[in-house]
């Protein structure tokens, strides 16, 4: 930006885990903050600095009218229903919420700046999701997408929509993220259920974890980290695709024994039991991102490994535990 412009960035999904980590690294900056939150969610989460916005941008018309009222340099599109669990029992509001806010918002950024003449830069959180079916042990820019959820539809779409207004002239980019957690992840994704149960066994207020899949493989980063390289994506000056990702995969029973272990039970089997029930239609079993494109044009790398994220999270429940 030019010696002495604030910028002003809009970020959707600000009351997010990814959201409100990006609202304090920008709010670090000094830079202008405004932030979407869906209708009717909760303020606490939201930093006081940011001016919010209640509206739903899938609605026709809405984005157009924020965009144009807020004039932002930056919009972060990291709003949306991010649970593959949730998108199965959900589809057609996921693919409303996901699929339908990001076409709304890229055509309002594109719509503004062609009639400003002022640059917008748009960074979207696509996902990994997007590689599910992809067949391929290590996903990178170049994967196939082929996803095998609803959510992963509805982040394909707004992957590829991305494509075309970057086509047309907009600086749009996709943040691939692959899964990355924190204190700040809700319970519905299994690395926070597993931390809090973990600990919630050891103070004797929990017998049993009950858990789907305990095989299939994620690529778990930290998300303060992901935050960075959207930040950084943004600085980069120009659109274009970089996944994130740390390049190591472990089981979901590799995360349950490093919880365990964290709080000093080695026999987590005793504890946890497997329901079919909670079984996905479809489930990757394998899910691995090569970062590299990150790394040469971003200079960006994770600053934690598994054992540390896996560490964090419980030590963060155990104070939560004691405090409550
Ligand atoms: P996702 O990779 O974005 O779907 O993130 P999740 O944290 O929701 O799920 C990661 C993996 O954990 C998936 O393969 C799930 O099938 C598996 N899993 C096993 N048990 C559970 C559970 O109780 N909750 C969730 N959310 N996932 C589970």
Redesign the pocket.
């Known amino acids: 930006m030019s010696a002495g412009h604030t910028p002003t960035a809009l970020i959707t999904g600000v009351a997010g885990q990814d959201g409100s980590y990006l609202a304090d690294l920008l709010l670090e900056r000094g830079w202008t903050l405004h932030g979407v939150a869906k209708p009717g969610g909760n303020d606490g989460t939201v930093n006081v600095h940011v001016e919010q916005h209640r509206v739903d941008i899938s609605k026709p018309g809405v984005a157009q009218v924020l965009i144009h009222e807020v004039q932002p340099d930056y919009v972060f599109h990291l709003a949306g229903i991010?649970?593959?669990?949730r998108s199965w029992n959900d589809p057609v509001l996921t693919t409303q919420v996901n699929g339908l806010s990001a076409a709304a918002l890229l055509d309002a950024c594109y719509t503004e700046q062609e009639a400003s003449g002022k640059r917008i830069v748009l960074v979207n959180a696509s996902?990994?999701?997007i590689f599910a079916g992809s067949g391929v042990p290590l996903q990178n820019e170049e994967t196939r997408v082929a996803p095998t959820?609803p959510?992963g539809v509805s982040k394909a779409l707004s992957h590829n929509m991305v494509q075309v207004y970057r086509a047309r002239g907009l600086e749009a980019t996709n943040a691939i993220l692959f899964?990355h957690?924190s204190p700040r992840r809700p319970e519905?994704?299994?690395?926070r259920?597993i931390t809090k149960a973990a600990v919630a066994i050891t103070r004797g207020t929990l017998d049993t974890l009950?858990?789907?899949?305990?095989t299939?493989e994620?690529d778990w980063g930290w998300a303060p980290d992901y935050v960075d390289a959207i930040a950084a994506m943004a600085d980069y000056g120009k659109g274009d695709d970089f996944v994130v990702a740390t390049g190591q995969a472990h089981s979901?029973a590799d995360f349950v024994a490093a919880a365990f272990a964290a709080v000093g039970i080695e026999n987590w089997r005793d504890y946890v039991r497997?329901?079919s029930e909670?079984?996905?239609p479809a489930?990757?079993a394998r899910?691995v991102g090569d970062a590299a494109k990150a790394r040469d044009l971003l200079g960006w790398a994770p600053t934690k490994d598994f054992e540390q994220i896996v560490d964090a999270m419980v030590q963060f429940d155990m104070t939560e535990e004691m405090a409550a």
Do not use: P, Q
């Open positions: 991010s649970s593959v669990w996902s990994a999701e959820s959510y899964n957690e519905t994704f299994v690395t259920k009950e858990l789907g899949n305990l299939a994620r979901v497997s329901d909670m079984l996905r489930d990757s899910m």
